[in-house]
């Protein structure tokens, strides 16, 4: 069960970050409205929010997710792969230390990003992309190694992140789309096919008792509430905008 969960308000300068959707900018007032609900549907799963100021200078800093790893033994300091990116994690090291004993940091040259980080059950996936190279995913497997966890490395073809792609519920039950749906890797679980139509709401998130799922994806919705679980909708447009999911926005533990 989560207890916790760290986010970062959109700065006013987000529609600069960096984004391959052609989706068009976003709207400011739009995304603070949906980062709000966000934070209120993370609330009612049970968390406690801890929600960090705007950083200005990084329009991308919104999506907390990839400066770190987290779980109920340690956090791992990630080594960001964007250079625009780079110091996002400064911050986030010293809140994650009021939090934790244990904290291991990814080092250069080695780089690697949260989005590319799957955990199911004891296992680790890690998506090797242009944001994580092979170096930051050893280290990352070594350091999880420690403390008792395995770690497969999977080469990305196509997506951003991992979790572009990738999402895991619980109960064995996993929500792909596009290159994953038939990857020799994940052919033990329950695999649950996102329509092309509807490949980004691939990236929800189990959170407790409910999935929260990006709002407007009728019928991934009607696959995940028959499997029994109760799920909360978000309206993302406005971070799809900027290549950005449910699970980039936090960092939950």
Do not use: W
């Not at 799809?240 to 960092?251: A, E, F, N």
Request: proline fraction near 2%; glycine fraction near 8%; include cysteine.
């Amino acid at each position: 069960m989560f207890k916790h969960a760290i986010i970062r308000d959109v700065s006013k300068n987000f529609q600069n970050g960096i984004t391959t959707s052609k989706l068009g900018k976003p709207v400011y007032s739009t995304a603070f409205l949906q980062h709000k609900d966000y934070s209120d549907a993370l609330e009612k799963c049970g968390l406690k929010i801890l929600s960090l100021k705007a950083e200005e200078k990084s329009p991308d800093s919104t999506f907390v997710e990839d400066t770190a790893i987290v779980n109920e033994d340690l956090a791992i300091i990630a080594n960001l792969g964007a250079p625009s990116r780079k110091g996002e994690e400064v911050e986030i090291k010293k809140v994650l230390e009021k939090f934790y004993n244990i904290v291991e940091s990814i080092e250069k040259p080695g780089t690697l990003e949260g989005g590319d980080v799957l955990r199911i059950e004891e296992d680790y996936f890690v998506g090797l992309s242009q944001r994580t190279n092979k170096k930051g995913a050893l280290q990352l497997k070594e350091i999880l190694k420690t403390y008792g966890y395995s770690c497969s490395l999977v080469k990305l073809n196509k997506v951003l992140h991992l979790k572009t792609g990738i999402a895991y519920i619980g109960d064995g039950n996993l929500i792909t789309s596009g290159e994953f749906v038939k990857n020799p890797i994940f052919q033990d679980f329950n695999i649950i096919k996102v329509d092309k139509g509807e490949s980004y709401a691939t990236n929800c998130i189990r959170v407790n008792n409910y999935v929260l799922l990006a709002k407007g994806f009728e019928k991934l919705k009607r696959s995940i509430s028959g499997l029994g679980y109760d799920i909360l909708e978000v309206d993302m447009t406005e971070f799809r905008k900027m290549d950005g999911g449910l699970s980039c926005l936090s960092l939950r533990f």
